[in-house]
């Protein structure tokens, strides 16, 4: 009977043979069974590309922000979760694994060894720069609505902390949708609502004006919109204007319409037109008040509206107009149309610095060519001026300043502008030996079948 006995134990327990006398028992790990036959790195190696994949979120004040752990850095370490498995399976002789299953409860839970995870600082740190950009939140400053005497409130500004939004997921969960808190540093603005409080805008800093009577009517709108949101705009003590940033993006969503542009020289129609007479007009009042010059950019070609050196060229968003407010208070920029036909733009809050005068010495004369275009579809001897040549010039801006008791400043900076082409389009059957004899300041001509692309730099701006 005893015989029997034992046999029936000895085939009961032929199934769990190579588990019972095996060197590693079996246990857990993450949620996931590693059994004793299983390879330990290759199967944590597994698990630790699973982790990589789940779902995390930053949060923001105004939501959440989905990333993966891989996306934040956050990776499991395998040798130290290798170290954790080996610490929990501890090596057994064949026998004490036999009396330690002849004791074992049959539903005895497993051993759970979580993975151990690090974060890659490098890693993260990549991320949440790529990342800050998108959460960035300019401040903005108190201003006055001139129009509608109201003031408008400061709103701060906020850029995210990297380094403490690193700290944060360093710090944080390891689950499955775990959340992280990131970090935000404000960002206050130059000007409050209390510095407007002290900003007399009866004292006038510098005043100019352009007039667009004799410009297409098509550029008016632009004129007015860009004016309209300069308005009012204040320039802190010490503060850098963007003239790009007050005036926004040039689109049909927000009110600019197309108007003549230049194109390889030659005017097109184009949206925005118009603005660069804005940006022209605050560049001028601005160099006569004393502001500083950080960025600014001559027109391709002479404009109609302000003299050589005082003009400013802006595209959105990669051509910008920026000025650099040098005084102790702040500075309030007053712009309006009048008449739909002069422009004003004034600085106010300070009174003028002194004769400010401006003149502009051309180095240099570059001759401009005639380009005559054949067009196949104009009636025979047809003829059409397009466009008036002019010539280019390389020459040096100096601002003069003298003050009350007599002291005299000077300031310089550069202006280039490039030839303009005489451009004439002519029908198929006319020679070149019929047109007007060149104007003074030209130099060769040019020919262009219509078929060949003609050479030249698209337009910086809007037609001056």
Sequence with gaps: MLGGALTGLSLALVPHFES????????????????????????????????????AYLRLPEGLERATFSDL???????????????????????ERLLEFMRREPERELPTVPLTFRLDPARGRAFL???APQVRLEPVNARLDLAAHRRIDDRAGRELDISATLA????????????????????????????????????VLATFETDFSK????????????????????????????????????????????????????????LGGGVCQVASTVFAAATLGGFEIVERRSHSRPSGYAPLGLDAAVIYPEVDLRLRNPYDSPVIIHAVVLDQKILRVEFLGRDAIGKVEHFFGVEERDAFERRVVVKPELPPGTVDRRQKGSQGYDGQSVIR??????????????????????????????KLETLPALPEGAAGVSLNDGNTAIDGERGDAPEP
């Design 215 to 270: 410009k297409p009517r098509s550029r008016i709108p632009n004129i007015t919109l860009a004016a309209r949101f300069l308005n009012g705009a204040v320039v802190g003590p010490g503060e850098v204007m963007s003239f790009n940033h007050i005036v926004g993006p040039r689109t049909f969503e927000r009110g600019f319409r197309n108007a003549p542009v230049i194109v390889a020289d030659e005017l097109e129609q184009g």
């Design 129 to 131: 720069e790529r990342f």
């Design 168 to 203: 944060s997921l360093d710090a944080g969960e390891r689950r499955e949708l775990a959340v992280f808190d990131a970090v935000f540093v404000p960002i206050e603005p130059a000007v409050t609502a209390n510095d407007l409080l002290r900003v007399d805008v009866s004292r």
């Design 20 to 55: 019972l006398f095996s060197q590693r028992a079996a246990l857990l790990v993450d949620g996931y069974v590693l059994t004793p036959d299983a390879p330990l790195r290759p199967f944590l190696e597994r698990l630790a590309a699973r982790a990589g994949t789940r779902e």
């Design 73 to 95: 850095g956050i990776g499991v370490d395998v040798d130290a979760t290798l170290g954790e498995v080996t610490r929990a399976l501890p090596v057994h002789s064949p026998g």
């Design 401 to 430: 300043t003298t003050l009350a008791d007599g002291t005299r400043t000077s300031r310089t900076y550069r202006s280039k502008y490039y030839p303009v082409p005489e451009v004439f389009w002519v029908a198929s059957d006319v």
